[in-house]
């Protein structure tokens, strides 16, 4: 697993190289020749794929260029294509951007999976080909204005293509369904836009590779080809992958044209939905007028080292260093659902002998230190693969590599990734937390109290599921600013009852259903709560992958529980 995630090597399931070469086939490749090129061609499956749907007969010559690291997995993609004197075949076992870099190859196909490699595990010369690949694109670009950086070694590949594509070329990737929706790719949207006269996106309700929770959308971008009947951009869903054999995918919306909430994955949604949630987002202020502070946890940059239970604290012989010994959450997953997390909260983890003890160690020389804590510190600076804590990057950057900077005690915490719906909680028992957590402080004259009760509603919930960015498995997470910009219908006036009612409700894993019913009722009375309430179920099932049969069965037991709960909530509303 190690390798693959170092390497990008997941490969695409036959029944996707399939469907898409066949597509691309009988749709929109009639060039009688053909130049194609698959620049990451792994075991071959999209080549496999191509030439079985290819009619040779029809063809007068192909081309095709194979790129691939793997020399293994290069020579079996290469057995794949047919013997014919109509293929010219060259294979090319190297770094695809390195080649391209150095060349000015067009082709009327690039087709396949690129890899999916963070820029924080690429190697640097990986690193300096992504930012070339950059930089060549924005001098030719007045779109592309970032400054270089790429996130993820796909999207060089993405622009390395565009780039190679000829006047009526075809583009066909698997890539992550980040290009939908995280800020790093609106550049990249607003290119495919520009550059091709017909993009399909097909998403899938279902995860693609065996193994991992990486969601993809297959993007296909057509250039200037005179015979599409169809223009824009088009967005499809698959519900199993299995449907693709038939084919079988329904067609949703098309909100590209919106300056806001404008991320591609809101093709879930109508227009009048879209309006809607607009028009309502702007009665209300946004979390950060409320808030003084509202920043990413500590970061430790060794949280196995500076985090401890209490076994470890005693092996250590640290027990008893009261003094730097701070209480600290470092898991969203492991806090209750809670509106209010108490010592009691925090005492129930220390039972568990979870992790939850931070070394605060002074700034100073680690020779006025404790003889305890300079026997610990040795242990850190160890070394273990070829390098000790002191020596990585974060540590350098510090006065003494062993004190951990910013470490502030906050009045609330968001929990930065989530499930079934955002988590926000008071921090009663004035823990730390790490950076799996947004640090609350508030301004003066507002309430911690008040902004996390306002928080639950289904206005913001539906914000953050459309400014928020999901993950396989149904992650979805916000990032500082994302956090910050979400509209809240903030009550200055809410009640100690109302806040237990809230905090019992969570604890007590109430459908969130029931207790959105509760908190509309008090916070966004006067607004269509039903229809956001269809509006969130909507995105929430899109991120979850629940089928559309899941979905209209779970809208009508929501309806059903909230008639069965309406009496309960009037009783606590005017109790």
């Not at 029944?15 to 070469?21: M, R, V």
């Not at 770094?95 to 595990?121: Q, V």
């Not at 950059?134 to 060089?156: C, D, L, P, V």
Request: with cysteine; glycine share 4%.
């Amino acid at each position: 697993m190690t390798n693959k995630k170092n390497t990008g090597s997941y490969y695409t399931p036959k029944i996707l190289s399939d469907f898409l070469s066949n597509h691309i086939v009988q749709n929109y490749l009639n060039e009688t020749n053909i130049s194609v090129l698959e620049p990451s061609c792994g075991d071959g499956e999209f080549v496999s794929s191509f030439f079985n749907y290819l009619d040779l007969n029809t063809i007068e010559k192909v081309s095709i260029d194979l790129f691939d690291i793997n020399k293994v997995e290069l020579n079996k993609a290469k057995d794949l294509i047919p013997q014919s004197n109509k293929i010219n075949k060259v294979i090319n076992h190297q770094d695809y951007l390195k080649y391209y870099l150095s060349n000015d190859d067009k082709y009327s196909l690039i087709i396949g999976k690129p890899p999916y490699i963070k820029r924080n595990t690429l190697q640097k010369t990986q690193i300096k080909s992504c930012d070339e690949v950059h930089e060549r694109f924005k001098k030719s670009s007045e779109i592309i204005t970032s400054n270089g950086k790429i996130n993820n070694i796909w999207i060089a590949f993405v622009e390395a293509a565009i780039m190679s594509l000829n006047q009526n070329g075809i583009l066909c990737f698997v890539i992550p369904s980040e290009i939908l929706q995280v800020k790093y790719a609106k550049e990249l949207r607003a290119l495919i836009i520009d550059e091709f006269d017909r993009v399909e996106v097909f998403a899938f309700n279902e995860l693609i590779f065996d193994g991992i929770q990486q969601d993809v959308v297959a993007l296909i971008g057509i250039k200037g080809i005179e015979h599409i009947t169809q223009r824009g951009i088009s967005f499809y869903q698959v519900e199993k992958l299995d449907d693709l054999r038939e084919p079988k995918f329904t067609e949703k919306h098309n909100n590209i044209h919106r300056t806001t909430l404008d991320k591609w994955t809101n093709y879930i949604l109508t227009d009048e939905e879209l309006n809607f949630v607009d028009e309502i987002k702007n009665e209300y202020q946004q979390i950060k007028f409320y808030t003084e502070r509202a920043q990413v946890g500590i970061v430790s940059a060794a949280n196995d080292y500076f985090i401890l239970n209490d076994e470890e604290l005693k092996a250590n012989n640290l027990n008893k260093l009261k003094s730097i010994i701070k209480p600290i959450l470092p898991k969203g997953s492991l806090v209750p659902n809670v509106a209010n997390f108490t010592n009691s909260d925090f005492a129930l983890l220390k039972a568990k002998n979870v992790k939850v003890n931070f070394l605060l160690f002074p700034n100073l020389p680690k020779l006025k230190l404790n003889q305890k804590i300079i026997d610990y510190l040795i242990k850190g600076e160890e070394k273990k693969d070829g390098k000790g804590l002191h020596e990585r990057y974060k540590m350098i950057k510090r006065d003494n590599w062993y004190h951990v900077p910013t470490t502030w005690v906050s009045q609330g915490l968001f929990v930065k990734r989530s499930h079934k719906y955002p988590k926000i909680f008071v921090n009663d028992a004035n823990s730390l937390a790490t950076d799996s957590f947004y640090r609350i402080n508030m301004k003066e004259n507002y309430n911690i109290k008040n902004l996390v009760f306002s928080f639950y509603n289904s206005l913001t919930f539906v914000l953050a599921e459309l400014e928020g960015r999901f993950y396989g498995g149904g992650v979805l997470e916000l990032t500082p600013n994302e956090f910050k910009e979400l509209s809240i219908p903030y009550c200055k006036n809410i009640t100690d009852k109302q806040f237990n009612r809230l905090d019992q409700m969570l604890r007590n894993d109430i459908d969130i259903e029931d207790i959105l019913s509760f908190t509309n009722s008090i916070l966004i009375p006067h607004l269509d709560t039903t229809r956001l309430e269809k509006i969130r179920t909507k995105l929430v099932n899109r991120r979850m992958k629940k089928s559309i049969l899941e979905q209209d069965y779970n809208i009508e037991i929501s309806r059903s529980k909230k008639e069965q709960i309406i009496d309960e909530n009037i009783n606590v509303l005017v109790g």
